[in-house]
């Protein structure tokens, strides 16, 4: 079965500090991959999407790819108390449906 | 970034009765959506993929009959829960994809709460 793995965590971090959250999928040949935030009550929120292995970074946000090691990342430097939420990894397994398959999430908190 | 709304936001309703949940891609076309229930503390659970003018794939599990899925334009979707019962109360969302070949970034809106009382 196709799947992609997290830590549920919760990972604390105190402000400031650098946040990584890791992520495994199953399927070798995946090619697109993202991560999103929910906060608690709302829905999931696109942050980044990476497509090549490599580092790509957007502001505060690195995500970080290996297709061989099949793991995906995601950094966030300087933490804020406003980056404490759930962490989603989704990953396209299936282009033909073009549905993601979605971790359950690494829970973040960071302390003032 | 794409918009996609949802509405209602949050609805109150009877057992037994049916209640429709709109989905909106405001600045794109989707040409597929998807339907997600999420129970509290739970991971997102994908009930449904639909695509513009044809019928939805339903997941394992999940009852066609009772979720019923209307994708008619590149820019509405629906969801019907038919028959609502208590244990249908859940945080129900649902996410839009355009026409972007395999960079099929999702964009989710904001979720409809139902409780069934």
């Known amino acids: 079965q196709k799947e992609v793995e997290q830590n549920s965590g919760p990972l604390s971090v105190p402000e400031g500090a650098i946040a990584s959250l890791n992520c495994t999928y199953s399927?070798?040949?995946?090619?697109?991959f993202f991560w999103y935030r929910q906060y608690s009550g709302k829905s999931p929120e696109l942050i980044m999407s990476?497509?090549?292995?490599g580092d790509k970074e957007d502001g505060r946000f690195t995500a970080q790819l290996n297709k061989a090691s099949q793991y995906v990342s995601l950094l966030i430097r300087d933490s804020q108390p406003s980056d404490s939420a759930t962490y989603l990894c989704?990953?396209?397994?299936?282009?033909?449906?073009?549905?993601?398959?979605f971790g359950s999430g690494t829970r973040l908190q960071v302390q003032p | 970034g794409a918009v996609v709304s949802q509405h209602p936001s949050r609805v109150i309703c009877k057992s037994g009765t049916s209640v429709k949940i709109e989905c909106r891609s405001l600045?794109?076309?989707?040409?597929?959506m998807f339907w997600y229930r999420q129970f509290p503390k739970q991971s997102l659970m994908l009930m449904a993929t639909s695509n513009e003018g044809s019928k939805a794939t339903y997941e394992q599990g999940v009852e066609k009959d009772k979720f019923l899925i209307n994708h008619a334009s590149l820019t509405l979707s629906t969801l019907t829960v038919t028959s609502a019962h208590p244990e249908d109360s859940s945080f129900y969302i649902c996410?839009?994809?355009?026409?972007?070949?395999?960079?099929?970034?999702?964009?989710f809106g904001p979720g409809t709460r139902l409780t069934v009382t």
């Open positions: 989704a990953v396209d397994m299936d282009t033909g449906r073009r549905a993601l398959t």
């Open positions: 600045d794109f076309q989707a040409t597929t």
């Open positions: 399927d070798r040949g995946s090619q697109s």
């Open positions: 996410s839009a994809s355009g026409t972007g070949g395999l960079r099929n970034e999702q964009y």
């Open positions: 990476i497509y090549s292995n």
